[in-house]
């Protein structure tokens, strides 16, 4: 059972920044993807930043140009720069951990992040 444990939400007014981080009970190296998902009141989960096999990191559009998703393979770490906060990113964001040959598909407890003045 991998567990996946996230940290680095709180409250942020509008225009700063937060930095989350998700720590893995295994390595992430062969990972088939790997990052952060958000779920806000009332809508449904959706994915914000995702490391995959196949290349470089997705973006959500509404993420692009303020958040960057990074790694420490060497940490099992996973981390999203969340920079220029909105109201509209208050959710709770939750890390993904996907190891297809292993049949991992695990999900961290989810941090919450509020943006408000």
């Known amino acids: 059972q991998v567990q996946l444990v996230e940290s680095g939400g709180g409250l942020a007014q509008p225009g700063g920044s937060l930095r989350l981080s998700c720590t893995a009970s295994?390595?992430?190296?062969?990972?088939?993807?790997m990052g952060w998902y958000r779920q806000a009141p009332g809508k449904e989960r959706e994915s914000v930043a995702v490391?995959?096999?196949?290349?470089?990191?997705i973006y959500a559009d509404s993420v692009k140009g303020r958040f960057t998703i990074s790694r420490d393979n060497a940490k099992n770490t996973v981390y999203l720069q969340m920079n220029s906060l909105k109201p509209e990113d208050t959710a709770v964001y939750y890390c993904?951990?996907?190891?297809?040959?292993?049949?991992?598909?695990?999900w961290g407890q989810g941090t919450q992040v509020t943006v408000s003045s």
């Open positions: 993904n951990l996907k190891i297809l040959w292993a049949k991992i598909d695990a």
């Open positions: 295994r390595s992430i190296f062969s990972s088939n993807g």
């Open positions: 490391f995959t096999s196949g290349g470089g990191p």
